[in-house]
């Protein structure tokens, strides 16, 4: 079962969008340099179709995404509330926040707008960072998925 922690209202997680972040507990990957350790604990409330039912009524039409932030110890349940989201809710894209090197062959991608992949490795950096090894895709209207991780790099200017 999926639990949550904490939600937030985001601008920086999804370019372009206006992100409700769902900060999932329980998380397997326990990266070093985590900036979330209490998410490794088995905390929080149920995630669950409810809850997103909730969200909707508190959020309204205030955001355009909905982010699962985590949830890597039961993907299977990530991946049924994103169908739930887009069948119930298609006003908003839905976004996976996942620690893993790659989505599990068991996940539908095509249910998620945006996936992003990845463990925290403090040397290489965060998203905004061009070292990263973190990359964010979005799907694409055929189906695939392109990288836009380097919509958060920032580039100098004179």
């Known amino acids: 079962m999926l ?33 979330s350790h209490y998410l490794w604990e088995d ?20 955001i355009t995404c909905i982010a699962m932030m985590g949830g ?4 299977a ?3 049924l509330l994103a169908q739930y989201i887009h069948a119930n809710h298609p006003q908003y894209h839905v976004a996976w926040y996942s620690g ?15 996936i992003k992949v990845g463990p925290f490795i403090r040397h290489l950096g965060p998203l905004n960072q061009p070292t990263t090894n973190q990359r964010l895709y979005r799907q694409a209207s055929d189906g695939s998925f392109e990288d836009i991780t380097r919509r958060f790099w920032r580039t100098a200017t004179a």
Not at 48 to 62: C, E, H, L, P, Q
């Open 3 to 35: 639990k949550y922690v904490n939600t937030g209202v985001v601008f920086q997680e999804i370019p372009d969008e206006v992100t409700l972040a769902i900060n999932i507990s329980g998380c397997p990957c326990r990266c070093p340099g985590c900036h």
């Open 43 to 62: 905390i929080g409330l149920p995630l669950d179709t409810d809850s997103i039912d909730a969200f909707v009524r508190k959020y309204g039409n205030d």
């Open 77 to 79: 349940s990530v991946n």
């Open 72 to 75: 890597d110890n039961d993907p």
């Open 100 to 114: 893993r090197l790659r989505i599990p062959s068991t996940i539908c991608k095509t249910d998620f707008d945006y």
